[in-house]
């Protein structure tokens, strides 16, 4: 028998007695692949030792020819046991992937957090509020009217189209361009007027309508808004029919045009710097309240505005009991004289606004805190002179003095001033108007105050 012949049996021995050892071995219960190939390698080792090393080329999915001379590159892991007790299988190599990996190092690395927003610091801010307009004019004729408008028609230097303004209807008969100015002109029964008979008057009534329009064609937006002015003219009923003579009396004719104008008058609450309506009518006892009274005219005639008396009391009923009046005969400001208080009319800056300041007040023994004020305003022409009937003034150290820098009227104050009657012609050109204001809540020192 040749030596080929003896290596072949010595092989198919081998694979034989392979094959039998593992049957006997999955018979058995304790048979695990990493038990069991030790045994059958060195049966086949002991087989005949003195066989020469038969080379093999190494094949990782063949356990058989595994060579074992060598030792393994990489530290084995023992197989993971599950909960029933046998060795659960790493497929995939997962276990011994774990070992390679290294140290972990700390991870540095976070989230960037969001930046905070800006605080906005206290900014001291007044509300700014709009002060109206002197821009329209009318003049009452004998059979028509004739009212003049200002295109800066709300005083905010922005000059309006033409075509946004009508009266009754009408479109405006003229302009003067290089004084920005529209003119209407209609007779009394024409322009959408309206006609009211009274005992004594004949009144008629205009509209002079402003509406706005696009800022630009195509952009639905407007920066105005719309307005009606009433305009009307007074005609008087009663004429002398008589055949005796009559003697002409001398008005100067500002003063006849003062008589036939449409007057609004005002009292408003201010802020110290005098600019704006106050938006508060909270006070604190000895604060100082800024009080301004005015006028709205649309004439061209030179106006003054006066107030004539001033009552204060707890309720609208200027009646009511108590009140105190601290600006009587004909326009003396008597808080400070009967007080010693800080009231006082300011100095004239402008002919129809006047100014005055009063220390704040509580009515004794009303718990409320609520003051109302009920004023007498009257108007004449700026031409008509300073007079103890018409006139503002105040008391001080040196005495009684004149918001208008006339002194020498006020020397009535402590005595009577007004020695005319209702008849006389200086007191018939005057316009009146009664205006209230309240309540003012004036509350104590360390009460409600934060």
Not at 27 to 52: A, E, H, I, K, Y
Not at 120 to 133: G, H, I, M, T
Not at 177 to 189: C, G, R, W, Y
């Given at each position: 028998?040749?030596?080929?012949?003896?290596?072949?049996?010595?092989?198919?021995?081998?694979?034989?007695?392979?094959?039998?050892?593992?049957?006997?071995?999955?018979?058995?219960?304790?048979?695990?692949?990493?038990?069991?190939?030790?045994?059958?390698?060195?049966?086949?080792?002991?087989?005949?030792?003195?066989?020469?090393?038969?080379?093999?080329?190494?094949?990782?999915?063949?356990?058989?020819?595994?060579?074992?001379?060598?030792?393994?590159?990489?530290?084995?892991?023992?197989?993971?046991?599950?909960?029933f007790g046998k060795p659960s299988r790493d497929l995939l190599g997962v276990q011994s992937k774990e070992l390679l990996m290294g140290p972990v190092q700390?991870?540095?690395?976070?989230?960037?957090?969001?930046?905070?927003?800006?605080?906005?610091?206290?900014?001291?801010?007044?509300?700014?509020?709009?002060?109206?307009?002197?821009?329209?004019?009318?003049?009452?004729?004998?059979?028509?009217?004739?009212?003049?408008?200002?295109?800066?028609?709300?005083?905010?230097?922005?000059?309006?189209?033409?075509?946004?303004?009508?009266?009754?209807?009408?479109?405006?008969?003229?302009?003067?361009?290089?004084?920005?100015?529209?003119?209407?002109?209609s007779e009394l029964h024409g322009c959408g007027s309206t006609l009211t008979v009274t005992e004594d008057e004949l009144v008629y009534t205009f509209k002079l309508v402003?509406?706005?329009?696009?800022?630009?064609?195509?952009?639905?937006?407007?920066?105005?808004?719309?307005?009606?002015?009433?305009?009307?003219?007074?005609?008087?009923?009663?004429?002398?029919?008589?055949?005796?003579?009559?003697?002409?009396?001398?008005?100067?004719?500002?003063?006849?045009?003062?008589?036939?104008?449409?007057?609004?008058?005002?009292?408003?609450?201010?802020?110290?710097?005098?600019?704006?309506?106050?938006?508060?009518?909270?006070?604190?006892?000895?604060?100082?309240?800024?009080?301004?009274?005015?006028?709205?005219?649309?004439?061209?005639?030179?106006?003054?505005?006066?107030?004539?008396?001033?009552?204060?009391?707890?309720?609208?009923?200027?009646?009511?009991?108590?009140?105190?009046?601290?600006?009587?005969?004909?326009?003396?400001?008597?808080?400070?004289?009967?007080?010693?208080?800080?009231?006082?009319?300011?100095?004239?800056?402008?002919?129809?606004?006047?100014?005055?300041?009063?220390?704040?007040?509580?009515?004794?023994?009303?718990?409320?805190?609520?003051?109302?004020?009920?004023?007498?305003?009257?108007?004449?022409?700026?031409?008509?002179?300073?007079?103890?009937?018409?006139?503002?003034?105040?008391?001080?150290?040196?005495?009684?003095?004149?918001?208008?820098?006339?002194?020498?009227?006020?020397?009535?104050?402590?005595?009577?001033?007004?020695?005319?009657?209702?008849?006389?012609?200086?007191?018939?050109?005057?316009?009146?108007?009664?205006?209230?204001?309240?309540?003012?809540?004036?509350?104590?020192?360390?009460?409600?105050?934060?």
């Amino acid at each position: 028998m040749g030596f080929w012949q003896v290596g072949f049996g010595m092989v198919f021995l081998l694979a034989l007695g392979f094959s039998e050892a593992l049957w006997r071995a999955k018979r058995s219960s304790n048979w695990t692949p990493n038990n069991s190939l030790p045994r059958v390698l060195s049966q086949v080792q002991q087989t005949d030792s003195r066989m020469s090393p038969i080379p093999q080329r190494y094949d990782p999915s063949n356990l058989v020819f595994a060579p074992q001379r060598f030792p393994a590159p990489f530290p084995v892991q023992t197989p993971a046991r599950n909960e029933f007790g046998k060795p659960s299988r790493d497929l995939l190599g997962v276990q011994s992937k774990e070992l390679l990996m290294g140290p972990v190092q700390k991870l540095m690395w976070s989230f960037p957090s969001l930046p905070e927003e800006p605080q906005q610091p206290d900014v001291p801010f007044d509300l700014r509020y709009p002060v109206p307009a002197n821009s329209v004019a009318a003049r009452c004729a004998e059979n028509s009217v004739y009212v003049e408008v200002m295109q800066d028609f709300f005083g905010n230097g922005k000059p309006l189209t033409s075509s946004a303004f009508t009266l009754g209807g009408c479109t405006a008969a003229g302009e003067d361009t290089s004084a920005q100015v529209l003119i209407f002109e209609s007779e009394l029964h024409g322009c959408g007027s309206t006609l009211t008979v009274t005992e004594d008057e004949l009144v008629y009534t205009f509209k002079l309508v402003y509406a706005p329009q696009e800022v630009s064609y195509g952009v639905p937006i407007v920066r105005s808004s719309s307005a009606v002015v009433g305009i009307e003219c007074h005609y008087s009923r009663k004429h002398n029919v008589s055949s005796d003579a009559l003697m002409p009396t001398w008005i100067p004719h500002a003063t006849s045009e003062v008589a036939e104008e449409i007057f609004v008058f005002s009292l408003r609450l201010m802020t110290d710097d005098w600019r704006f309506e106050r938006p508060s009518n909270q006070y604190f006892l000895g604060d100082i309240i800024n009080f301004e009274a005015s006028v709205q005219s649309y004439s061209h005639v030179p106006i003054r505005v006066f107030v004539d008396r001033c009552m204060a009391t707890t309720v609208p009923d200027v009646a009511s009991v108590p009140r105190y009046s601290f600006i009587e005969n004909n326009g003396c400001l008597v808080d400070a004289k009967l007080t010693g208080s800080r009231s006082r009319f300011m100095p004239r800056s402008q002919g129809d606004k006047l100014q005055f300041q009063l220390e704040a007040f509580r009515f004794h023994q009303a718990d409320s805190g609520l003051v109302y004020i009920t004023c007498i305003l009257k108007v004449a022409a700026a031409t008509t002179p300073i007079s103890p009937e018409q006139k503002a003034c105040s008391f001080s150290a040196n005495g009684w003095v004149s918001a208008d820098d006339s002194h020498q009227v006020c020397g009535c104050c402590d005595t009577t001033c007004s020695t005319r009657s209702g008849s006389d012609q200086i007191l018939k050109d005057l316009r009146w108007d009664r205006v209230s204001f309240g309540p003012i809540k004036v509350k104590e020192y360390g009460y409600g105050r934060k």
